[in-house]
């Protein structure tokens, strides 16, 4: 990996994430077991459209079967994972792909996350990202057989005990994780001046800017452009520093501000929270508890949102005692006052919010915003 990022006036080295560790082990596998060599370098393709070139170590090449591991390099970032060896063993099978996990990787034992209680706590994008991978090796060697899958992490129930799976209800490992497959080092001033000079850039782009998009990440930005339909290029990205990009939104004097992001970050601003990193504050069950309790739920019920390893969890508790639409209209009118608040009156800021692939709620004059954007993106006639 020879990309880098300035930041703070430094060049730092970006990473990959486990997620290509386990794609690239499991591809080298499947080009050894179809061809009978052994490999010392895979190539892998990322959803960031880049293409990583992984060194192979371990292999351990059988007529039967094939293993082999990748280490992860997180770059300059602080990772906990940084130099962990990820392992895949491949087989041949009749049709299809089974994935499973192996001893260091996690497995889920609550609902609400991105995997099913009960299965490896390998997330969809690194599912994806093997898949792909063995099958681009299959076409290459025209073969139509299917294979068997076991992706592995070294010391990884170790590890991912110091990491917030155990909160999640995910025993036993780490996850395989990444969205884009690649790891960009992190740098809380450095953000922060990205986040001043992507609104600065948008600014100019267009004089007298009237609505400001802003997505924490990448869940923000996918579910803009699923369900809204809206250009995020034009928008910017805030990572958890939502009191940062408003204060200087205010001070380049833009009018309107809509925030759209999951539950699970948003909802900390319904608690006048506004930096959402799980860091600074992981208050997202109380803050729905309260907001349940205020909204007549039970004292039992209040419990279970409590002990909720997810907002998905918390979204589909409310929805069974059918008090979501109440405990939402709740928690949007505080988040609203927190976010506006922040903006003294200089900008007005709306909010989307959502769980999965759903909006839950979102502040009344949200829906006036997205329609400006929309308009904006409009050529002109």
């Avoid at 490999?39 to 880049?50: D, F, K, L, R, Y």
């Avoid at 906990?80 to 087989?91: D, E, L, N, S, Y």
């Avoid at 994935?99 to 996350?113: A, H, M, P």
Wanted: aromatic content about 4%; hydrophobic content about 40%.
């Amino acid at each position: 990996m020879n990309s880098y990022i300035l930041k703070d006036g430094r060049k730092l080295k970006c990473g990959y994430t486990t997620g290509s560790c386990a794609a690239g082990a499991a591809k080298a596998c499947a080009e050894m077991l179809l061809s009978g060599s052994p490999v010392a370098e895979v190539a892998v393709n990322t959803p960031s459209g880049s293409s990583l070139s992984l060194q192979v170590e371990a292999v351990v090449l059988q007529q039967e079967w094939v293993s082999c591991a990748v280490t992860k390099d997180a770059g300059d970032d602080p990772d906990i994972t940084h130099g962990i060896r990820i392992f895949a063993k491949v087989q041949k099978t009749d049709g299809g792909i089974a994935l499973e996990g192996g001893k260091g990787v996690g497995r889920v034992t609550r609902k609400g996350l991105a995997c099913a209680v009960g299965e490896a706590a390998i997330n969809p994008v690194p599912r994806k990202m093997i898949c792909e991978a063995l099958l681009e090796t299959a076409q290459k060697y025209r073969y139509e057989g299917g294979f068997s899958v076991l992706i592995s992490a070294e010391n990884g129930e170790e590890i991912g005990r110091k990491t917030f799976n155990p909160r999640l209800g995910i025993t036993g490992g780490i996850s395989i994780l990444g969205t884009s497959g690649i790891v960009e080092p992190m740098s809380e001033k450095a953000l922060i001046d990205t986040i001043h000079l992507e609104i600065d850039s948008r600014v100019e782009e267009a004089a007298g800017t009237q609505v400001l998009l802003v997505t924490p990440g990448n869940y923000g930005r996918d579910f803009t452009i699923r369900q809204l339909g809206l250009d995020t290029e034009k928008g910017i990205k805030c990572s958890n520093f939502i009191g940062e990009t408003i204060d200087y939104a205010v001070y380049r004097n833009i009018s309107n501000i809509l925030l759209i992001g999951h539950a699970g970050k948003l909802c900390k601003i319904a608690g006048g929270i506004m930096n959402t990193h799980s860091r600074t504050a992981d208050c997202r069950c109380e803050i729905f508890a309260a907001h349940a309790a205020l909204s007549g739920a039970s004292a039992e019920l209040a419990g279970n949102i409590m002990e909720a390893a997810t907002t998905e969890e918390i979204d589909g508790l409310l929805k069974e005692a059918g008090l979501a639409e109440k405990v939402y209209g709740s928690l949007m009118s505080k988040l609203e006052y927190h976010l506006n608040l922040r903006a003294s009156g200089k900008s007005r800021v709306e909010a989307i919010m959502f769980t999965g692939r759903e909006a839950c709620c979102q502040t009344p004059g949200a829906a006036r915003l997205v329609q400006m954007l929309r308009e904006a993106e409009m050529p002109p006639a």
